[in-house]
């Protein structure tokens, strides 16, 4: 699971949000994915729905839980 931070049109923008949730949260792997015509960044490495919502919720992180 995990979480999805952003989404943007250009790689710069979502290279630009990848570096920024590397360094707040070091324990959780972020990646920008190519969907479509966006590029997606996604904190990866929770174990479940639950653990995903949590870390989310209590990092006051506005983000969407994506299953991959």
């Known amino acids: 699971f995990g979480i999805q931070v952003g989404a943007f049109s250009?790689?710069?923008g979502?290279?630009?949000?990848?570096?920024k949730y590397t360094k707040l949260y070091p324990t959780h792997k972020t990646i920008?994915?190519?969907?479509?015509n966006l590029?997606?960044?996604?904190?990866?490495?929770?174990k479940s729905d639950k653990q995903a919502r949590d870390?989310?919720?209590c990092s006051h992180l506005?983000?969407?839980?994506?299953r991959l």
């Open 10 to 12: 250009n790689y710069a």
């Open 14 to 19: 979502a290279k630009k949000i990848q570096q």
């Open 32 to 36: 920008i994915k190519k969907v479509g």
């Open 39 to 46: 590029y997606r960044v996604w904190m990866m490495g929770f």
């Open 55 to 57: 870390f989310r919720d």
């Open 62 to 66: 506005d983000g969407v839980i994506v």
